[in-house]
């Protein structure tokens, strides 16, 4: 349900005294890292945000195991194309409440038991709120687990998969509008005590090479003034850093994404940016500051450059309908219908959880891309190219 803009959101008083201090105006930027990372007022920094149907909003695993269940198999090949002797790393950035890192600990474990005995868990999170939530949830996980950053996994490199689920989305972005003949970096001002959004300087450097890139340059009268949208210039050293992390393996980025010419289409005049909260949706990315989730959708052809500028060779994609299909959900969902009666309700419930990971206008529209690192890992063949990507079965 979408809920319309707050007249006036109040400033809690470390926002406008941070705001204050630099001069009472931000890039939109500064403005979302601080709301989401601050370690003790942003949402994910201080662990406020609940990730689940109870909570802020739901993710595909916290709806229950079926998520990781369908892509263990993926993460499994992966690990088998490994050599056979080395061990192995499952990385799983941004892990929110630790909800699939869990599940496919136990997937691994369940159903590839000895390649789960020569797999790590690695869990990477900058935000020590949710990485205390974390640590509660996997005190029985089947796997041995550590937490570190990528920075110090460049010294002593892994092998293994990387997992990016919805955490691209929380990276900060750029927020740019048209003003006349330029593109304006979007601020949040601090206007007596509320807050507001103002076009401010020219974009300048690489910004406006990637504007270029994206057809956004030279300015036409497709996009009215004060049209706007995001770019994301977390990507290209997040991609770096994550590649930096691994020796030999793959990523697999699976979220909200679209294509450049969706994505900044002259109709979509705002963007993508939304805010989450109680299960609510708001387009208001000032209301109530550090209370709730913001997110934008990522551009498919920039996290692509993003990718390979950070050494990854992109392997293809496809929307989470098509990967969960290619991955068995239908013969899941067939299974269920064998059930027993008696757990009925329990089989309903499944089946609801496995309908609402394809739904085409919701969770099945996700995007999933794999990425390898470059000349390190075998090329793919027909054999080992990803499951996902496979035709699913008649
Ligand atoms: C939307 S939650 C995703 C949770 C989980 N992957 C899931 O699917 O339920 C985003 C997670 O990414 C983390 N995060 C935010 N920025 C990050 C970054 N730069 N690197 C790694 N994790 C990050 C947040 O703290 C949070 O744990």
Redesign the pocket.
């Known amino acids: 349900m979408q809920t319309p803009p707050s007249a006036s959101p109040p400033v809690p008083w470390w926002l406008a005294q941070r705001l204050r201090a630099a001069g009472g105006s931000v890039p939109f930027l500064d403005y979302m890292d601080w709301v989401?990372?601050d370690p003790d007022h942003g949402a994910?920094g201080s662990g406020r945000l609940a990730?689940g149907p109870r909570g802020d909003f739901a993710?595909?695993?916290?709806l229950g195991p079926e998520f990781a269940q369908l892509l263990a198999p993926q993460v499994a090949q992966w690990l088998a194309l490994l050599p056979a002797d080395a061990p192995l790393a499952l990385v799983?950035?941004?892990?929110?409440?630790g909800?699939?890192a869990q599940q496919l600990a136990e997937a691994l474990h369940d159903g590839w038991p000895q390649l789960a005995g020569r797999t790590e868990l690695v869990l990477?999170?900058?935000?020590a709120g949710?990485a205390q939530r974390q640590r509660q949830r996997l005190g029985a996980c089947p796997l041995p687990v550590r937490w570190i950053d990528f920075d110090s996994l460049a010294s002593a490199p892994l092998r293994g998969v990387v997992l990016a689920?919805?955490?691209l989305?929380?990276?900060a972005i750029e927020r740019i509008e048209r003003r006349g003949e330029l593109w304006c970096r979007q601020h949040v001002v601090l206007r007596g005590d509320s807050l507001g959004l103002e076009a401010a300087e020219p974009l300048t450097g690489s910004l406006l090479d990637q504007l270029e890139a994206l057809g956004l340059l030279p300015l036409d009268g497709s996009r009215p003034e004060g049209w706007c949208t995001e770019l994301h210039p977390?990507l290209v050293p997040?991609l770096a850093a994550c590649a930096g992390a691994l020796s030999e393996g793959w990523l697999l980025v699976i979220d909200y994404a679209h294509e450049a010419r969706r994505y900044y289409a002259p109709q979509r005049s705002g963007g993508t940016l939304m805010a989450y909260r109680c299960q609510r949706a708001s387009d208001d990315p000032l209301r109530e500051p550090g209370l709730w989730?913001l997110?934008a959708h990522l551009c498919l052809e920039s996290l692509e450059a993003a990718a390979r500028a950070g050494g990854w060779q992109p392997l293809g994609g496809c929307r989470q309908g098509e990967a969960l299909l290619a991955l068995g959900l239908a013969s899941r969902l067939h299974a269920l219908q064998q059930g027993q009666a008696d757990r009925l309700a329990e089989l309903l419930q499944r089946r609801e959880t496995l309908l609402r990971l394809v739904d085409p206008a919701g969770l099945g529209e996700f995007r999933w891309l794999a990425f390898r690192r470059d000349g390190v890992a075998p090329m793919p063949t027909p054999e080992t190219s990803p499951l996902f990507l496979s035709v699913p079965a008649p």
């Open positions: 989401l990372h994910y990730i993710t595909a695993p916290s799983e950035t941004g892990p929110g409440e909800q699939l990477v999170e900058p935000n949710m689920h919805e955490v989305d929380a990276l977390g997040w989730d997110t």
